[in-house]
């Protein structure tokens, strides 16, 4: 059986139910995953993504309660004063998507909610707005699928929806780079375009395209159990390309050419060449670094069991990898090998015809 990703612990708990007469907004987005073209995509070369519909993450934003804004997660419930560290793009994006639209009262109100409640300040405030953000997924963090972009989407589709304005697509984005900036420092923008889009792309400088999908495309995915680190495994991939430049470039060429190809095939529906193009690009991946021996151990256990091919997707170093499969009764089947080679958890994916 495939396991269904836990709910993680910055992820949060069930919204309160809004009392009589309270505002609500509501928002949710969903996980992504790369295909093809991971690392190449930093230098400017196309990456191929899909959106991931059954990992999802939720936000609401209730108004009313105790003065000053809140979030309410299984990490951390209390003042956004005093939220940890890691909490950090969220409370950022919670700001200015508030700020965006249209509610700077709630926007501003967070530093109403300090701990430091002797102040004169906090005094002044107790009569204040209130607000609270609740925030559930289960999107693995930190697996390369998109986690905390999606998580930001969701609250900033809840913010917009709570003051009944119109979020079009690129404030959106906007709001979402703001908070993957301070999670990832330069982040491409494949996540944030991502989490968003309703079917498969082909991102490239910021550009976006659909990719049309001939054949349902029936994935296995397995988590390591391990984080990956998007910062760590591109910086190493450029401490690799500064020494050694010719080889290096080469690869990633061939990673871009490789994603570019990818589209014919995924437009056909030919499982075995797109299982073959997977399977190339995991061995380059490996050759630049990024992989691991787990992630290897769990792509090797996949194609013994007969997927026609399977890489690592994300940053790497951890993180997650995808199979291509003949039906969900075999995705069933490789999700076991995956699982006896050292996954934490397996699901069943399917990207559908579009």
Not at 67 to 75: D, H, V
Not at 210 to 217: S, V
Not at 286 to 293: E, I, L
Request: hydrophobic share 45%.
């Amino acid at each position: 059986m495939s396991q269904t990703p836990r709910v993680e612990p910055h992820d949060v708990q069930a919204s309160p139910v809004s009392a009589a007469g309270a505002r609500r907004g509501v928002g949710a987005a969903h996980a992504k995953a790369i295909l093809f073209g991971e690392h190449a995509v930093v230098y400017g070369a196309p990456a191929i993504a899909i959106p991931v519909d059954s990992l999802t993450a939720e936000a609401t934003i209730d108004v009313g309660g105790p003065s000053g804004l809140r979030i309410a997660s299984s990490l951390y419930t209390g003042p956004v004063a005093g939220a940890p560290a890691r909490l950090t793009p969220v409370v950022t994006v919670i700001r200015a998507a508030l700020e965006r639209a249209g509610l700077p009262e709630l926007a501003r109100c967070e530093a109403n909610s300090s701990t430091a409640s002797n102040s004169s300040a906090a005094g002044a405030d107790a009569e204040g707005p209130g607000a609270t953000v609740t925030i559930a997924s289960s999107i693995p963090h930190e697996r390369g699928l998109g986690s905390s972009a999606a998580v930001a989407a969701a609250i900033a589709r809840a913010a917009f929806d709570l003051a009944g304005a119109e979020l079009d697509s690129e404030t959106l984005f906007d709001l979402i780079q703001t908070a993957e900036r301070v999670a990832h420092g330069t982040p491409s923008g494949i996540d944030a375009r991502t989490v968003a889009a309703t079917g498969a792309i082909r991102f490239n400088r910021g550009a976006v395209a659909p990719i049309r999908i001939g054949e349902p495309l029936i994935l296995a995915f397995a988590d390591t159990g391990h984080p990956g680190s998007t910062a760590q495994a591109v910086a190493s991939v450029q401490a690799l390309r500064a020494r050694e430049p010719a080889s290096t470039d080469a690869l990633l060429s061939r990673l871009a050419e490789i994603a570019e190809h990818s589209i014919d095939d995924l437009a056909s529906g030919d499982r075995a060449a797109i299982g073959a193009a997977m399977s190339e690009a995991h061995a380059i991946l490996h050759r630049v670094g990024v992989s691991s021996d787990r992630l290897d151990a769990i792509v090797a256990a996949a194609c013994d069991a007969g997927a026609t091919g399977a890489k690592l997707t994300g940053g790497g170093l951890g993180g997650c990898i995808i199979a291509v499969a003949d039906s969900d009764a075999h995705a069933e089947q490789i999700g076991v090998a995956m699982r006896g080679a050292g996954a934490e958890r397996t699901w069943t994916v399917e990207v559908p015809t579009a």
